[in-house]
């Protein structure tokens, strides 16, 4: 029973970091420097292939990707009316998939 909540989980991973990776690259349309979309999205692509294979070492490391996303949606947010729509769901979805991350962790830790 514990697999089929652990594989779950790992989806939800999965689908809440290619969301994420899908918001940041929606940034320069919302009026953010290409740049900086760069920056923020970047070092989520490390973690992708071990996320999408599953790896549990991933899901240990994962969630450190997302501190320099999370610095900089804040920043807009707080800085840039024209993109604090945009900004205000990339860190919905960074919440999102650092409680993915965390879900998963626990559930194969059950396992």
């Known amino acids: 029973m514990n697999a089929g909540r652990a594989g779950r ?11 994420l990776l899908a918001s940041v690259a929606c940034w320069p349309l919302a009026g953010i420097a ?4 760069a920056i923020a999205g970047l070092p989520l692509l490390l973690p992708l292939p071990g996320l999408l294979r599953g790896t ?5 490391w994962a969630p450190l990707t997302l501190a320099p996303l999370l610095a900089l949606a804040l ?9 604090r729509a945009v900004a205000t769901v990339t860190l919905a979805l960074l919440l999102a ?15």
Not at 34 to 37: E, I, M, P, R
Not at 101 to 109: F, K, M
């Open 34 to 37: 290409a740049a900086l979309a």
């Open 75 to 83: 920043t807009e947010v707080l800085a840039n009316p024209g993109a």
């Open 9 to 19: 989980a790992r989806h939800a991973v999965r689908l809440a970091w290619i969301l």
């Open 56 to 60: 549990p070492r991933t899901l240990r």
């Open 97 to 111: 998939a650092f409680a993915a991350v965390i879900a998963a962790q626990r559930a194969a830790a059950q396992d």
